[in-house]
Each structure stands twice: as structure tokens, then as C-alpha cells.
């Protein structure tokens, strides 16, 4: 299966900031909407951010609302996640999805075909 590839995880200060990308290089991003999901340990995995392929409408979850920001560059194929203000409670794997849908903002795994393996984000001091 086709997979996407996650990059920009890393250890974090509270309060910092990390930008995460997504791309893929055997297949376009830009047709198609991509959501971010992550998954603590112990917890099941949540939608936190989507993004319509012409990247207009965004959605993210309360969680992350006001301090993450998605966006996408369809040139380079590759799709952002740009996170300020993190928590230690941001402190998970976080996974970019290509939906099968090009206008679609929701975080319903049904609707994302493709997945990447996964960055790990640590937020501690």
C-alpha cells in the first residue's frame, strides 16, 4: 500500500513549537484532503487537523484549536502541520492520512486511504 511519509517530530520544550510535514513521493497529495491524527500512549488515536485540497477549509479539534495550523504547498507535494504553544499532553504519534475525498474536513478513518508511519512528538522539560 502507498504510504505517506511524516518528517519534524522531535523533543519540545513546553511552549515551543514544531512543524510537521507530510509527503509522498509515489503518488500527489493534491487532489485529495489530508487530516493529521495522533495517538498517545494508552489512548485510542484522534483527528486533530484537516485540510480541503485546495487547502480553503480547515477543521481541528477543540484540543489543538487556536495553537495548531495545517497548510499545504500542492508544488512540493507536501502538506504542514505547524504547532505552537505545545503541552506535554501533545506529547504523541502523529500520523498524516490522504483522504478519498478532495473537500472533505472531517476526522473519519473510513475516509483516508493512504497513511503515513507516524513521527513522535515529546513535550517535556
Known amino acids: 500500500q502507498l504510504q505517506l511519509v511524516e518528517s519534524g517530530g522531535g523533543l519540545v520544550q513546553p511552549g515551543g513549537s514544531l512543524r510537521l510535514s507530510c509527503t509522498a513521493s509515489?503518488?500527489?497529495?493534491?487532489?485529495?484532503?489530508i487530516a493529521w491524527f495522533r495517538q498517545a500512549p494508552g489512548k485510542e488515536r484522534e483527528g486533530i487537523s484537516s485540510?480541503?485540497?485546495?487547502?480553503?477549509?480547515?477543521k481541528y479539534a477543540g484540543s489543538v484549536q487556536g495553537r495548531f495550523t495545517s497548510s499545504r504547498d500542492n508544488a512540493k507535494n507536501t502538506v504542514y502541520l505547524q504547532m505552537d504553544g505545545l503541552k506535554p499532553e501533545d506529547t504523541a504519534v502523529y500520523y498524516c492520512?490522504?483522504?478519498?475525498?478532495?473537500?472533505?474536513?472531517?476526522?473519519?478513518?473510513?475516509?483516508?486511504?493512504?497513511w503515513g508511519q507516524g513521527t513522535q512528538v515529546t513535550v517535556s522539560s
Open positions: 492520512a490522504r483522504s478519498n475525498m478532495g473537500y472533505y474536513v472531517g476526522f473519519d478513518e473510513r475516509k483516508y486511504g493512504n
Open positions: 509515489e503518488f500527489t497529495l493534491e487532489n485529495y484532503a
Open positions: 485540510i480541503t485540497d485546495n487547502g480553503i477549509a480547515t
